[in-house]
């Protein structure tokens, strides 16, 4: 019984993913034809978000970590670790003065009508061919260069092995933050690996605890940025795992 009600709480995702995207899909494509009016796309797609979020009964606690702010007049490069879909929604209602651009797979822009929101707030990249991950920097850059943020999960994917806490990151987040001289805010999503995995029996709404863990210079040594922040992250998550 359990997992056809979470089959149904699954389906009850699709239907309203669908129907915001058939409502907002024709202002997102005529407000993201100019980089330069993409902040006003992201009023859209964040709403698409919030509906998402709150809709499939998840809310959030933000716990800050450190004393730094985020700044509404300062670009940023977001990254968290990733382990459901929700992830980039959650990302978005947390900005609502930072649109955002993620770095997402290509092979989620065949999936018909969703691709019309996908294709708007992500670079596409084909993780098996290097001249795409390459050409992710240049990319990365004109959007920084129209005042968007970029949101890049730095583990590369979702870990296959459910029992990794948190997988190795690859540099592309560092790289960019030193090459275009933006900080780095580093987040922590605890919860979500339960409430909505990518087994779709499995899951239920609740709190989400989403931790800012700390707001990182630009710095040239990205190796230590890199492990700086995988350090803070996975430490998180571990204390987050002790309480349960």
Known sequence: MKKILNYLWRAWFLFLAFLFILIFGLPVILLSIKESHFKYAYIFIRWWCIILFYGMGFRYELIKKTEKSIDK??????????????????????????????????????????????????????????????????????????????????????????SIILDTFKDGAFILSAKHDFPIAVYTFAGLKEMFPFDYSKGFPGKVQVYLNEILEPSANTQELKLISHNEIKKTLTEYFETK
């Open 73 to 162: 007049k300062r670009q940023y490069i977001f990254i968290s670790n990733h382990t459901s879909i929700i992830d980039i929604m959650l990302m978005s209602v947390l900005h609502p003065h930072h649109p955002l651009c993620f770095i997402g797979k290509k092979e989620l822009a065949n999936i018909p009508v969703f691709s019309i929101i996908y294709k708007r707030i992500c670079i596409l990249v084909d993780r098996k061919d290097p001249r795409s991950r390459a050409d992710v920097y240049r990319r990365a850059a004109e959007k920084m260069n129209h005042g968007q943020n970029i949101v890049i999960f730095p583990e590369g994917g979702v870990p296959d092995d459910s």
